[in-house]
């Protein structure tokens, strides 16, 4: 997927090929969101307007950086752990051996269809956390796109969750499955308070009024 053309992606995605889906589109979303991070962070660094937040400035330009590529990485994991789940789906189930070893080899593909899209929540919040704290410190001839860096980020991780809840519904482990939910639950509602609260901090900073 790295080596895709933006347009060559979306054709991708656009086939009826299973993969890439869902989970590679979040986190190609979520690499844009990240890109305008970094874009806000590069125009605010030695900037003598913004010389108290240059340390933070710092500090977030390598770190959106690595998350920008991270994305890349989950997009493209995602899409390998959904091979053995499509397969362990296809294994028959005629016999008593044959449906628990299908059980079996599911309930494990299962989980690890979940990870990808678990990390990448993981890595969305993370951005989220530096977005929205440069749409309060970065350079305000760049506020817009801290702001739509935020807003990608958001449905990035409502995109995201999706394949964890989908994966959960289908496990006989239901104490693991609860967890898991639990654990994207609480992930999906801070990210997107957060990352919602930034987008409107910076639409209402520069959206017209009627004086």
């Known amino acids: 997927m790295r080596d895709c053309t933006a347009e060559e992606l979306v054709e991708a995605l656009a086939s009826k090929e299973p993969t890439p889906g869902g989970g590679a589109g979040a986190a190609m979303a979520a690499a844009v969101g990240c890109a305008l991070g970094e874009m806000v962070a590069n125009l605010t660094h030695h900037k003598r307007r913004y010389e108290e937040v240059q340390p933070k400035i710092e500090e977030y330009l390598p770190k959106l950086?690595?998350?920008?590529?991270r994305m890349f990485t989950l997009a493209e994991e995602d899409a390998e752990a959904f091979r053995p789940l499509a397969r362990a789906y296809r294994m028959p189930r005629d016999t008593e051996?044959?449906?628990?070893?299908?059980?079996?080899v599911l309930e494990e593909a299962l989980r690890q269809a979940s990870e990808p899209p678990e990390h990448l929540m993981e890595a969305i919040?993370?951005?989220?956390?530096?977005?929205?704290?440069?749409t309060k410190i970065g350079s305000k001839m760049a506020l817009t796109?801290?702001?739509?860096?935020?807003?990608?980020?958001?449905?990035?991780?409502?995109?995201?969750?999706?394949?964890?809840?989908?994966?959960?519904?289908?496990?006989?482990?239901?104490d693991y499955a609860e967890i898991l939910v639990s654990r994207t639950q609480a992930m999906l509602e801070d990210g997107c308070a957060k990352a919602d609260e930034a987008y409107l901090r910076v639409e209402r900073g520069i959206r017209w009024q009627r004086s």
Request: one cysteine or more; glycine letters at 6%.
């Open 97 to 104: 051996e044959e449906k628990e070893e299908r059980t079996r």
């Open 125 to 134: 919040c993370e951005a989220i956390v530096i977005v929205d704290d440069l």
């Open 145 to 174: 796109d801290a702001g739509a860096g935020a807003a990608l980020l958001s449905a990035s991780l409502k995109a995201a969750c999706l394949n964890v809840f989908i994966n959960a519904k289908a496990m006989k482990d239901r």
């Open 65 to 69: 950086e690595e998350l920008r590529g």
